[in-house]
């Protein structure tokens, strides 16, 4: 192991000699060991090296282990901290335990027992944790995410296509909203739709729009996503799943940077940048037929593939986190702590539904916890109810998620006007005002 790849570990002591002797041990195990005397100068020592592990004596003069572990929490979130104490008993580990203290070692400290509680820590937050060449929307310290985001960085300024590939739940729309942020356009709109939630006949319309009376149901013009994305970016999900009489439609607009909206007879220019991605092989649709090999080169002018989940496992520690911290703000709540042997099920666990499973399981798992840590039995529980999640939909419940995604099409494209979205939908205003309340669907969200 290279220097770069070794761990960092932050011993904070104030006894001298049990610090230099701690420091010896474990860099005997192969760690980057630096050492200080205070809780004060461990957080000065933080602003200019990032470490994977801080290992702290709870009592000290000026700012004791745990003062010093809710900076490091509220600095750096996903932190491990071991604590040790001459002074252990039963309440002060369950306290610790309470705050999210990674493990509680009593002193004389056991090599053994530190060295294993060191090695989780780093199984589960890996290394190097916090540093991260840009900032987006998007939670990382993988190495391969973290290449993919200096990628990122030179093609935003640039006006290639871009095209991402990745399996369902892997934030294709995370990557896309982060190249909008570092592109000439970052001050235009972004805009998002998925090929494969829109019919077929009604995804023309919603792109390039229409003129009233263009159709039947048409009651009034409808400027498409291109023209709502002008002066920004559209990105165009799915695309694998775009009918091909469509996809000749699409590759014209991307030629001549103009759009004809369904109805009318002049062109309207259009300045888009054009971010599209999909979970299919479309070389593979190429050979048969289900997609336009000349869309896919125009389309495909730089290609960036996200990893799944279970390869880049050094991240699930702080999404768990992430997700935890961002449901307590929402319930106006103090932030859950994870167990040690819950992270590591977490950690263990291979993610079939990527990071949407993941934050789906966390929203379970949270919502089920009455305590402040939970516990590795919830979330066992969890991962095994969740075991389905990257199996193919039943047919029923494929359907219902079609009429449920058409509903809220109907409406958006009606401006939330439920009698004209029944009108384009044919049905009557009351069997469609049954779907939406079947569907728990919030009309006014979508106008």
């Not at 290449?147 to 960085?153: A, N, Y």
């Not at 999909?278 to 190429?286: G, V």
């Not at 949407?356 to 840590?373: C, F, S, W």
Request: hydrophobic share 40%.
């Amino acid at each position: 192991m290279n220097e770069v790849t070794k761990p960092r570990v932050l011993l904070v002591d104030d006894d001298a000699s049990l610090l230099k002797l701690l420091a010896i041990r474990i860099e005997s195990k192969g760690y980057l060991v630096s050492t200080v005397e205070s809780g004060i100068e461990a957080l000065q020592t933080l602003k200019n090296q990032t470490y994977d592990a801080v290992i702290t004596d709870l009592r000290m003069d000026e700012m004791d282990g745990m003062a010093l572990h809710r900076q490091l929490q509220s600095r750096y979130p996903s932190m491990p901290v071991i604590m040790m104490t001459a002074h252990g008993s039963i309440p002060d580990a369950v306290e610790a335990t309470k705050q999210g203290i990674f493990a509680f070692i009593t002193k004389p400290v056991d090599k053994d027992e530190l060295f294993d509680s060191l090695a989780k820590a780093i199984e589960i937050h890996g290394v190097h944790g916090d540093e991260t060449p840009t900032q987006t929307n998007i939670v990382t310290r993988s190495g391969a995410m973290l290449h993919l985001l200096e990628q990122v960085k030179l093609l935003g300024p640039t006006q290639v296509n871009v095209l991402i590939s990745g399996a369902s739940g892997t934030g294709k729309e995370l990557l896309a909203q982060a190249i909008h942020q570092h592109s000439h356009v970052s001050d235009g709109p972004f805009v998002a739709i998925n090929c494969g939630a829109v019919p077929g006949e009604l995804l023309e319309s919603e792109l390039f729009g229409h003129k009233k009376g263009a159709f039947t149901g048409a009651v009034k013009d409808h400027q498409g996503l291109f023209q709502q994305a002008q002066g920004g970016t559209l990105f165009l999900d799915e695309i694998g799943d775009m009918p091909l009489n469509l996809q000749v439609k699409l590759l014209r607009v991307l030629q001549e940077k103009t759009i004809r909206p369904v109805g009318f007879q002049e062109e309207i220019p259009i300045d888009v940048r054009v971010v599209s991605a999909t979970h299919k092989n479309l070389p593979e649709a190429i050979n048969n037929q289900q997609f336009r090999e000349d869309l896919y080169y125009r389309l495909n002018v730089v290609n960036l593939k996200l990893p799944p989940l279970c390869e880049r496992r050094e991240d699930i520690s702080l999404l768990a986190q992430h997700f935890a911290g961002l449901i307590a703000k929402r319930m106006g709540q103090e932030q859950k702590q994870f167990a040690n042997d819950a992270m590591h099920a977490l950690v263990r666990y291979d993610w079939p539904g990527n990071i949407r499973q993941l934050q789906n399981v966390i929203e379970q798992v949270v919502a089920l916890t009455p305590g402040k840590v939970i516990a590795a039995q919830l979330v066992e529980s969890a991962l095994n109810s969740n075991v389905s999640i990257a199996e193919p939909l039943s047919l029923n419940d494929a359907k219902k998620e079609f009429e449920r995604d058409y509903l809220i099409n109907m409406l958006k494209m009606s401006a939330g006007n439920v009698a004209e979205a029944a009108k384009l939908a044919k049905r009557n205003r009351s069997d469609f005002y049954k779907l939406i309340k079947k569907h728990n669907i919030n009309v006014e969200s979508l106008i």
